[in-house]
């Protein structure tokens, strides 16, 4: 059944793109260029409505687990809150405040079978409420050029549903092939010469629907870095850029240049070569993530997270080696600097 809605959520994004792209050019809800922009045209944005519908499709003809319905919901809700991001423009402090307040009407159905103090629930409800308001913005903020948000979502997803099936985690499995399949549905919108952006109703939905997703597999027992080896590069990526600002004085939640996928499309890698090493990186971090699933001794495992460790290292590094390479002259940077 799993596949089945995994072929449905791919088969009703593709139906739905074109209608959405016409809506959208109705609307005149375009993107428009500016200094900070990686694009050199105006785009319509809101395509991430089409992948909204395909999974909403996908996912509502499962049965309905508690899990698949916080899934169902609370990325809806997200969704829907981007696109009136969208549409009319939201002030930060709202948006977060807004995104806070979703989370927390999801708390009961995400770790309500939490057991333990009355402290050891509430600080779990925290972390669950810190963790998908943070992902669903580290997704928005990496969101900048065609094609690596629905990279991200289909390798992740892929991973998920293998994961799951693996596991017998039927939430995971089926969460995960939905969210592939309409990322897959969405890809030649966007991929390799964007049609149509996400916007905020896209990478808010997609980011809800993953960070939801990483709850599932977590409480189901599945070894933490497994569950998170899918998104550990937009993680690294964005905790980055984040330091980065900070360290210059700057506001770090302001639309900006400084993630690493940023700055190799500054020095010269185009979309696609970008996305393309975003995507290898991501695919092996999870190749080594299932690995620790299975790893005897303890010792093995260690060594499997540290290649997780080193290969996103490497991708932090990557814009000073680019720089080195094409400016042999220059001085270095490091990726901090």
């Known amino acids: 059944m799993s596949l089945v809605s995994g072929l449905i959520a791919l088969g009703t994004t593709v139906l ?20 900070r922009s990686l694009h050199d045209k105006p785009t319509p944005r809101g395509g991430g409505l089409a992948v909204l519908g395909g999974a909403v499709v996908g996912l509502v003809l499962q049965p ?18 981007g696109f009136a991001d969208d549409v009319r423009g939201i002030p930060a402090i709202g948006k977060l405040l807004m995104q806070g307040l979703i989370t927390a009407g999801l708390l009961p159905s995400l770790i309500g079978s939490v057991s333990g103090s009355a402290a050891l629930r509430v600080a779990v409800a925290c972390l669950v409420l810190l963790w998908i308001v943070s992902f669903v913005n580290a997704f928005n903020f990496m969101d900048g050029i065609n094609g690596i948000s629905a990279t991200q979502a289909l390798i ?7 994961l799951g099936t693996v596991e017998n985690v039927p939430e995971l499995a089926v969460g995960g092939l939905v969210i592939a399949g309409a990322a897959l549905g969405f890809a030649p919108f966007n991929f390799p010469r964007a049609l149509m952006f996400l916007g905020d109703v896209g990478s808010y939905f997609i980011g809800a629907w993953m960070a939801i997703l990483v709850v599932i597999g977590i409480r189901a027992g599945l070894v933490l870095e497994a569950v998170l080896a899918p998104v550990a590069l937009y993680l690294a990526d964005t905790f980055l850029a984040i330091v980065r600002r900070v360290r210059r004085g700057e506001r770090w939640h302001e639309a900006h240049r400084d993630h690493v996928y940023q700055r ?29 699933l299975v790893v005897q001794p303890q010792a093995l495992r260690v060594l499997a997270d540290a290649a997780i460790v080193s290969l996103l290292g490497a991708y932090l590094l990557s ?11 220059s001085p270095s940077i490091s990726p901090m600097g």
């Open 16 to 35: 739905l793109s074109p209608v959405v792209l016409w809506l959208l050019e109705r609307l005149r809800l375009v993107d428009t260029p500016n200094y």
């Open 64 to 81: 309905q687990r508690v899990g698949l319905t916080a899934l169902l919901a609370g990325a809806l809700a997200f969704g829907i809150l």
């Open 156 to 162: 992740a997803g892929g991973y998920w549903f293998f």
């Open 264 to 292: 190799l499309v500054a020095l010269g890698w185009s979309h696609t070569r970008t996305t393309g090493f975003v995507g290898i990186v991501v695919l092996a971090c999870s190749a080594i993530g299932a690995v620790t």
């Open 319 to 329: 814009p000073a080696l680019v720089k080195r390479r094409r400016f042999p002259s």
